[in-house]
């Protein structure tokens, strides 16, 4: 059975964050909200190129999903993409039953995975070797959930959530580079920048 | 029953069995009259009677999350989204939440707001219970925040309201704390 579920995995190409984030990024014309993970995976977002809708967290470990899941609850009419890494989401795995259970249409989860902790020194998670991030999120409950095997597939994985009947996760293999940027580390502004974006304060 | 919850004015006694004030029917009304409509929790016995009447107020978005983290991701996503949250959790579950407070709520001046079912105290049968009760003020007075033990009933409309309105205003988190005194606890017996 671990063969089977392995093998979607094992066929998708080995990608990279920061191309796949910039495609995402490039699509983007209706003002959607980008939450993007810890470390790498919103260094990435800010090299793609600073929006007032990206949410880039700077702690708190796993909460990319669920930072989402509130946004795509409070504003049901905007589509909500999350990013997030694999060893940020096995802190929070429990989440993906919540927003499964509450099954917010308006929400797209990227799960980039290379199987390391890459930016405290590449050690491998406890899952590289055995787990299934997105047969893990089936089972979960996220039915439509899948394996991008290649750029074309993630793309048009992206292009599909945006008029899905419930949430999407996606699951993409990347290598193991550090991000192409440092996003500026100024939670106060990046939550009012981010309320601005969403259209729920006006600047100063 | 809670000993806060006997009245002594014979007025108050008639309020009393005309509609019974109880700590729980104050929450549920501070909360509808500041607007917070998404109340994610992780259970607690003395919350049963307070999760049970928010999920059949049409008024609320509630649920279940996995664990307390979870839920002040939750909140705090919605609030930036619009849409005002409180999450309810026992001591035990507040004690995990260092790290998300340290990095996400203070940092970014979320007002977050969290009922807190104190276990630990006042009859704990639990060690591990009672120990883990002692880490929640420290916690909390070392990140300088906000909190506020309710114990008597005739005072708690006034803190929860109070500090909700100031969390909001100030942007910053608050702790109210749910007293055995306020609320009867869970006792060995149950």
Redesign the interface.
């Known amino acids: 059975m671990n063969t089977a579920i392995n093998l979607p995995a094992r066929n998708t190409k080995v990608m990279n964050r920061f191309d796949l984030t910039s495609r995402l990024i490039k699509k983007l014309e209706h003002e959607e909200?980008v939450?993007g993970g810890i470390g790498n995976t919103n260094f990435d977002l800010w090299a793609a190129g600073h929006r007032p809708q990206n949410?880039y967290?700077?702690?708190?470990?796993?909460?990319a999903?669920?930072?989402?899941?509130?946004?795509?609850?409070?504003?049901p009419k905007?589509r909500i993409f999350a990013l997030e890494g694999d060893g940020s989401l096995l802190m929070?795995?429990?989440?993906l039953?919540?927003i499964a259970?509450?099954a917010p249409k308006n929400l797209t989860m990227v799960v980039m995975d290379n199987g390391v902790y890459q930016i405290t020194g590449a050690q491998p998670t406890p899952a590289a070797a055995v787990a299934d991030i997105v047969a893990i999120a089936i089972a979960s409950g996220l039915t439509n959930s899948a394996w991008a095997a290649d750029e074309e597939d993630f793309e048009r994985l992206i292009d599909q959530s945006m008029s899905a009947a419930g949430p999407t996760l996606i699951g993409v293999r990347i290598d193991d580079k550090p991000g192409v940027g440092t996003t500026r580390r100024d939670?106060?502004q990046?939550?009012e920048r981010?309320?601005h974006g969403?259209?729920?304060r006006e600047p100063l | 029953m809670a000993v806060a919850e006997v009245q002594t004015s014979p007025q108050a006694a008639q309020e009393k069995t005309s509609q019974e004030i109880t700590w729980h029917g104050i929450v549920l009304q501070t909360l509808k009259r500041n607007d917070i409509r998404?109340v994610?929790y992780v259970p607690d016995r003395v919350l049963t009677t307070l999760i049970k009447n928010i999920h059949a107020d049409p008024f609320f978005?509630t649920?279940?999350?996995?664990?307390e983290?979870?839920?002040?991701?939750?909140?705090?996503?919605?609030?930036?989204?619009?849409?005002r949250?409180a999450v309810l959790m026992q001591t035990s579950g507040f004690a995990t939440l260092a790290?998300?407070l340290?990095?996400?709520a203070i940092?970014?001046?979320?007002p977050l707001i969290m009922f807190v079912s104190e276990r630990g105290t006042l009859g704990e049968f639990n060690y591990g219970q009672s120990l883990v009760c002692r880490t929640m003020r420290p916690v909390l007075d070392s990140l300088a925040m906000e909190h506020h033990t309710c114990t008597r009933l005739e005072e708690f409309e006034f803190i929860a309201d109070r500090s909700i309105k100031q969390a909001i205003t100030t942007q910053a988190p608050v702790a109210l704390i749910l007293s055995p005194l306020l609320t009867g606890g869970k006792t060995f017996d149950k």
């Open positions: 909200a939450v949410f967290m700077l702690g708190s470990m796993g909460l999903f669920p930072i989402a899941l509130g946004v795509a609850l409070a504003q905007r929070q795995l429990g989440s039953s919540t259970t509450l939670p106060v990046i939550r981010f309320m969403m259209g729920v | 998404l994610p978005t649920f279940p999350t996995a664990r983290e979870e839920a002040v991701g939750i909140v705090s996503g919605a609030w930036m989204g619009g849409m949250g790290n998300v340290a990095s996400l940092p970014y001046q979320i």
